[in-house]
């Protein structure tokens, strides 16, 4: 996820288990071909290189092969075309999303060129597109996995959905289905309960969790049955609240540039002060702050007023 997922929230992630793989924030592919000034940062391998998928994002065929090419130095599990990003800023672009609505000669050329250079699992992100039609989705992903597609994820929203509206996870059920690859599910999960229910439901291959891994890094362990780790809970098992902010701040300042600080900060706080009872007064004055320093010291602040907000049971 872009502005999220980035090594700083992996070592979070890590500290209290890891998922199966960890996509990476999206690379912009004209930019990475090009070097530019903050590409490094994104491709940053830690905690487990060898879980690492690259997700790509472009517009045109060009830069996303050449960009394919270059990934493969990097390792990991393989790399993830996507076709899913509804943001404006993305889609006009002829990124993202916008590739479920160009020709299908033009998107097989696409899948079909990258698969040519780069060897590892190749995989691409979607979702319904423009509106409720199975059929032309069903087509859509064949053709995707003609070309080389060995996985299909898909959030099963429309390009004009925000997240007002729940997940229509039904789809992911019926691509699992019909379509002779693994599919992941995505959308909406918020807990390991969630999680099990959707994988039940839906019989999809694996899942993929967005805003709940940075709200609940926890997650992951959760749904593993793991034990919480020891170094950001209480002895009685507690997430610490304070000490995981603590933990995140100093990996962002450790493993990010110092123009990233304050935007990715404001963006994890975001989602982690949803597990506080007065989140959107927290999330507001966090908002507001101009440095990591300033973020420590308002929760320090926080915690004082509303002591009880500093421990939670993980779930
Ligand atoms: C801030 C933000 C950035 C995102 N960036 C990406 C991205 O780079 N690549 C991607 O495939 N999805 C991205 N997404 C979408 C999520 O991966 C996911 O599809 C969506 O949030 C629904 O899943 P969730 O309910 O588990 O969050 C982003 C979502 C958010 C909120």
């Known amino acids: ?29 004209p930019s990475f071909v090009h070097g530019g000034r903050f590409e490094s940062w994104y491709v940053r391998t830690s ?14 065929e060009g830069p996303m092969v050449k960009a394919a090419s270059m990934l493969r130095a990097y390792g990991g599990i393989g790399l993830d075309i996507n076709m899913g990003c509804s943001a404006p800023d993305i889609a006009k672009t002829g990124a993202g999303i916008a590739w479920m609505g160009k020709p299908l000669a033009e998107v097989a050329s696409l ?35 003609d070309e080389g597609a060995e996985l299909i994820t898909l959030h099963p929203r429309l390009r004009r959905q925000g997240y007002a509206r729940p997940a229509m996870r039904d789809y992911v059920g019926r691509l699992a289905s ?34 709940a891994a940075v709200q609940k890094p926890w997650i992951f362990s959760t749904i593993s049955g793991l034990p919480p780790a020891a170094s950001l809970t209480a002895p009685d098992g507690r997430v610490d609240h304070r000490a995981v902010s603590d933990f995140f701040l100093s990996r962002l300042r450790e493993c990010q540039p ?35 320093d300033e973020i420590g010291g308002l929760l320090d602040d926080y915690f004082v007023q509303v002591e009880a907000d500093r421990f939670s049971p993980v779930c």
């Open 258 to 292: 110092e123009e990233f600080h304050i935007s990715r900060a404001h963006r994890f706080f975001f989602y982690y002060c949803d597990n506080f009872s007065f989140a959107h007064h927290i999330k507001m004055r966090i908002q507001k702050t101009k440095t990591p």
């Open 47 to 60: 905690p487990c290189p060898e879980r690492m998928v690259w997700q790509l994002t472009g517009g045109s």
């Open 178 to 211: 019909d379509l002779p690859v693994p599919v992941y599910g995505n959308g909406d999960v918020s807990s390991a309960e969630d999680a099990r229910s959707f994988l039940e439901k839906s019989h999809c291959a694996g899942l993929m969790i967005g805003r």
């Open 111 to 145: 899948v079909r060129s990258v698969r040519a250079e780069f060897p590892a699992r190749l995989s691409v992100k979607c979702r319904l597109g423009e509106d409720e039609n199975y059929p032309r989705l069903l087509a859509f992903c064949r053709m995707l996995i």
């Open 1 to 29: 996820m872009a502005t999220l997922s980035h090594e700083a929230l992996r070592l979070l992630i890590h500290e209290f288990g890891d998922p199966d793989e960890y996509f990476s924030e999206m690379i912009h592919a």
